[in-house]
């Protein structure tokens, strides 16, 4: 009798497991953007994707950016590249935000160590940067420095956990923003994985944020 | 009545362990704890010894293949195949053959599948920090290699062919794919009046296998290695002997391979080319009973060379050469008293290296040591024994490091004893620490130099303007220090029943200062600058256990295993205060909690062997070894830069060897097995395991008295 409800419960956790199995109905893939109260996540915004490999085989974008509103929540078309429409523009692991030689606006940024949830005000003594393009950037390029790390032997790119952008909109309100992922789906490479999968699916970012529209510093 | 019983008991266990050959016996000699001749059953630090007759019905051709079977001994793979020993890297046990240390590591690794194990009649094993005897890299342990003494006339030749498929999963040979691998060895002892002499010879020709798609030179490579060994002994008188040991091994590795990196495909041709030599002469003088001597010199030389040159653009051929070289003079004595042991001794040693890697591979670098040390050891009735020990090494480059030792045992019963022991042991920085001036031009054009040239460097660049960006780490530049560690050892051993025997340690290493690579200094072209810096503390700790069991008078069971636990000392503070992230599964951050922590990458937490023998009287056996490892950290893949749960893993995996061997006759034996029966392989992260590998091996032994008393018969 034991054994049989063992077995019993043995094809039922099996059986569960194909169900997890399913393919979801969402395509995990696609651009996507959801908000679940005051949390905004955006998946698969495209960031220069690569397009071809450079004269000495390196891999490279069409150097397009993706504009992005934190306000309305919008991926805002590149014709308007040079209007307040937006606060971030991504291309590869460059963020430029909306200021001096970016962009019209009065945007500003700075990278806040700790989580998303624990940063609830913006500090009044806190010192936006802002782009001093190609030189610098708000928020500064390089691996280990702002908001990722690229390690050569696995030629993959991860977004450094606890790591929070506190962004000054183009209009002067206040948002916070976590990368969460660079690749397509929003999984990682392994390790192992050959480096055409790594070329294809990297620069698509994956990142949640909290737009506070009342011009406060509270979250 | 029970005294009686007991000793009789203790008479009956050393006749079965004399009887057995798979129960290590506690009357075996090893003398790398002590550095003079002792009973295993009597030391009072952690030694495992492997036998010669081990090794062979093991059918171990490399030092590699033999030191995967031991408890608490992890291979790595970067840079050739490395040991970790209580967890500590590679650079961090010392290898020494006849108790001389072998040179020639890259990256800090020497590579112990170059060690052929022809002409070697044991392994010691020493655990835990053995500089007070050793001096530079013993912070681990130390391997000794005891090479086969000239005892008796004697011709032995083998031969072994093995056989592996990586597609198949069975060695099908002469196939495109298999992997064959042939051995030839002759050893041969003659004496010549009083002069005794051992000469071994070992060769071995394998392929490559190529069966990774993805990138370059993480294969095992096509191979042919040379060895050759020859042993001179000649007694002068009744007091004195002297003995030569020559020891020489080339390796040539030379393939042809293509790369493709993003659709172009470059051709390569490589050739490498490594050379080692070793000339040991020892006198050792007895000048009386109680007085002993030995005067030992050494010299060791290495060279690699390897070219490589890329097919489609002729001119861009890549060339590395290292050369180091070692001369060394010691002089030992033992005094020998009834409640007392003095061992104590002096040397120098002489240190060079030239590499293509340094500023010129002209510019000879150099590096003296002179160093003493000194062991009492004090019998305190018969139960107790304590040793104490320590050694100074003085350097010409860098600050003196003094290490002290103290052992204890304590035999409780007769078939119950406890050791302990706490000790320090050191790592000099090596040449490459103190001298790389190497770019990449291939990966980014960074570039690394030694310490010795990176503030000059660096400076003069900062004057010609080409420094974007000094680190606050350039600031932390000075002369590097020796790494220190400090290891405690505390291990029972009980023999519940005259056929088991059974072992339980617990050891703990303390490591400070040790030396990283850290980035100094960003070019204004954006390219990284670094140099080394003494800066990590870590620990491991851990438990080993092994039992050895005769089952019946054939069979026998030998059994270990390890568990260990490592951490950063820096990064646990960061953790303990918060100041470390992983990530949730939707990818929001949150504060990494201790149990998260996996410590230092690259180390499995558990590692055991299970071994079962069959032996007959007819020399008749049966080998099985299962050999595990747990998964183990291999790329930090959540961006935290600290190693936790989340990082990515290399399987565990389990390895089966199967070994059996009969005597035809008194002349031939004949042996085949099968390694790695369960076909593991992982091409990523164990490029040097080959596939499910069978082999046979014939061997023929000829010992002209044995036969001579035959044919009387």
């Known amino acids: 009798m034991r054994i049989i409800l063992l077995a019993a419960a043995v094809l039922l956790a099996i059986t569960s497991c194909e169900k997890d199995k399913l393919p979801k109905t969402v395509d995990q893939r696609a651009y996507a953007i959801e908000t679940i109260g005051k949390i905004t996540t955006v998946k698969n915004l495209p960031a220069d994707t690569i397009i071809g490999t450079n004269s000495i085989g390196q891999p490279v974008g069409a150097g397009r950016y993706s504009f992005f509103s934190l306000e309305t929540g919008q991926w805002i078309p590149n014709a308007d590249s040079n209007s307040t429409r937006w606060d971030l523009a991504f291309a590869g692991t460059t963020i430029r935000i909306n200021n001096a030689t970016s962009g019209p606006g009065a945007g500003g940024a700075f990278v806040f160590n700790g989580t998303f949830e624990s940063l609830l005000s913006v500090p009044t003594d806190s010192v936006f940067r802002i782009d001093n393009h190609p030189v610098s950037y708000a928020i500064t390029r390089g691996s280990g420095k702002a908001w990722y790390t690229y390690d050569g032997p696995t030629n993959l790119l991860t977004p450094i956990p606890g790591r929070t952008l506190v962004i000054r909109t183009v209009t002067g309100k206040f948002a916070k923003v976590e990368i969460l992922n660079y690749y397509r789906g929003g999984q990682t490479p392994s390790a192992t994985a050959p480096d055409s999968i790594k070329t294809r699916d990297q620069r698509f970012l994956h990142f949640r944020y909290t737009y506070q529209g009342n011009g406060t510093r509270q979250f | ?713």
């Open chain 2, 1 to 713: 009545m029970r005294i009686c019983a007991v000793v009789l008991s203790i008479l009956a266990a050393t006749q079965v362990m004399a009887q057995s050959d798979t129960l290590l016996s506690m009357e075996e000699v090893v003398v790398t704890a002590t550095r003079q001749e002792r009973r295993l059953g009597n030391v009072t630090i952690p030694v495992n010894l492997i036998q010669r007759k081990q090794i062979q019905q093991a059918g171990s051709l490399r030092l590699r293949d033999i030191l995967q079977e031991q408890p608490g001994i992890q291979l790595t793979s970067n840079f050739g195949t490395g040991i970790q020993m209580q967890g500590l890297n590679p650079e961090h046990t010392l290898i020494l053959i006849d108790g001389q240390p072998l040179v020639g590591r890259t990256s800090g690794v020497l590579d112990v599948s170059r060690i052929a194990l022809a002409g070697i009649k044991r392994i010691e094993v020493v655990k835990g920090p053995s500089s007070s005897l050793y001096g530079s890299e013993a912070m681990a342990g130390v391997i000794n290699l005891i090479t086969e003494n000239p005892t008796q006339p004697l011709l032995e030749a083998s031969l072994r062919y093995g056989v592996a498929d990586p597609d198949q999963g069975w060695g099908i040979p002469f196939k495109r794919n298999s992997f064959q691998q042939t051995e030839a060895d002759l050893q041969a002892t003659y004496f010549i009046g009083k002069l005794k002499v051992r000469h071994s010879n070992n060769l071995l020709f394998a392929d490559g296998v190529s069966f990774r798609p993805f990138s370059q030179d993480r294969i095992p490579r096509p191979i042919h290695r040379i060895t050759h060994q020859t042993s001179i002994q000649q007694n002068l008188g009744n007091r004195a002997e002297l003995k030569l040991l020559a020891r020489y091994n080339q390796d040539r590795f030379q393939q042809e391979f293509s790369v493709r990196n993003n659709g172009v495909t470059i051709d390569s041709y490589g050739r490498e080319l490594n050379s080692e030599l070793n000339i040991q002469p020892t006198l050792f003088f007895r000048i009386s009973e109680k007085i002993r001597l030995h005067t030992r010199g050494y010299l060791t030389s290495y060279s690699g060379d390897q070219k490589l040159r890329f097919v489609q653009k002729p001119d861009s051929s890549y060339l590395d050469r290292f050369e180091q070289r070692l001369f060394r003079i010691e002089e030992q004595v033992d005094i020998k008293k009834k409640n007392y042991t003095v061992t104590a001794g002096v040397g120098f040693q002489l240190e060079q290296a030239n590499s293509t890697r340094y500023d010129a591979l002209a510019n000879q670098k150099q590096n003296n040591v002179s160093y003493v040390f000194a062991q009492w050891e004090l019998n305190t009735g018969e139960k107790w024994i304590s040793i104490w020990g320590a050694r100074y090494d003085h350097h010409t480059l860098f600050a003196g490091a003094l290490t002290p030792k103290w052992s204890l045992r304590y035999q409780a019963k007769p078939n119950l004893s406890f050791t302990a022991s706490v000790g320090q042991g050191f790592k000099a920085p090596d040449f490459r620490q103190l001298y790389l001036n190497f770019t990449n031009t291939v990966a980014g054009g960074y570039s690394v130099f030694g310490t010795q040239d990176a503030i000059r460097v660096i400076n003069e660049l900062n004057r010609l303007g080409q420094i974007a960006e000094l680190k606050p780490d350039f600031t932390k530049l000075t002369s590097l220090r020796p790494e220190h560690s400090t290891g405690i050892n505390v291990s029972m051993q009980y023999n519940p029943t005259p056929t088991i025997t059974s072992q339980l340690s617990v050891f703990r290493n303390d490591i400070q200062s040790l030396i990283d690579v850290r980035q100094v200094a960003t070019r204004t072209d954006g390219s990284q600058l670094f140099s080394y810096l003494n800066v990590n503390r870590a620990f491991t700790q851990g438990l080993e256990t092994s039992l050895q069991w005769q089952i019946h008078k054939n069979w026998s069971i030998n059994s270990g295993y390890q568990l260990l636990l490592t951490g950063d000392k820096e990064e646990w503070e960061q953790i303990l205060q918060g100041k470390e992230y992983v990530r949730e599964s939707n990818g929001s951050s949150r504060v990494m909690n201790k149990k998260d922590y996996i410590g230092l990458p690259n180390r499995s937490k558990h590692q055991g062997q299970l071994k079962v023998k069959y032996e007959d009287r007819e020399a008749r056996y049966v080998f099985i070894r299962l050999l595990y490892r747990s998964r183990w950290t291999v790329a930090n893949s959540n961006g935290n830069g600290v190693h936790d749960v989340q990082d990515e893993y290399a399987n565990g995996f389990a390895q089966l060897h199967i070994a059996g061997g009969l005597p035809i006759n008194n002349t031939i034996s004949l042996q085949a097995g099968i390694d790695n029966l369960l076909n593991y392989q992982d091409i990523f992260y164990l490029p040097n395991l080959a596939g499910r590998t069978v082999f046979i091996t014939v061997r023929a032994k000829f010992e002209p008295k044995q036969i001579k008393k035959i044919n009387h018969h």
